[in-house]
């Protein structure tokens, strides 16, 4: 069934929103109507591969796509916490956001639930990888590197407020549990 509206959706852990991201939904823009922005592993936060909330991405992403005008095309900003039961996921994802016809990530495992989940997949295209990638924004905000040109101003704005870099720091010197593997409880 063809919607009046083409919806897609973006899932992404944006641990912090960069240029590459807003990038990417300009692209994919260009092939629907509206895209829903998935935030996944919401639930994760204060690690160093995950240092921000899903309200700090959030506030990270609406604010840069209201100020690029793309707001009104990304109506829906959804966390999406994990799930580690692989079978059920796309299931999962279904249940927490909007009608979408084609789901955009670059990663092979979600592509292939996607597929057998019944969803058309689109792969989004990647914008200077090296560069923007949240890997190599988090290590240059850790090393003392200038990060703030790889991201939006917005993003900048809600680091500085919630003292991200130094919270990066702090993670890092800790001696407690950094990240969570799955079935793990949040320390």
Known sequence: ??????????????????????????????????????????????TLDNPFTAGERMTMISSALRDEGLAGRCPFIIPIP??????????????????????????PLAQRLFREGGVEV??????????????????RMLRGDDWESLVPVQTIAVVKGVRGVERIRDISRSEKITFLEPGDASP
């Not at 792969?123 to 990638?133: A, G, M, N, W």
């Open 1 to 46: 069934m063809r919607w009046l509206v083409m919806r897609g959706l973006l899932i992404g852990r944006y641990q912090p929103f960069h240029k590459g991201h807003l990038e990417v939904i300009r692209s994919i823009l260009k092939e629907v109507d509206d895209l829903i922005i998935g935030i996944g592993s919401a639930q994760i936060s204060h």
């Open 122 to 139: 689109g792969v989004p295209p990647l914008f200077d990888r090296v560069k923007f990638s949240g890997t190599e924004i988090r290590r």
């Open 82 to 107: 994990d799930l580690w039961n692989n079978a059920l996921w796309v299931n999962h994802v279904k249940s927490l956001t909007p009608r979408f016809e084609v789901a955009y990530t670059g990663n």
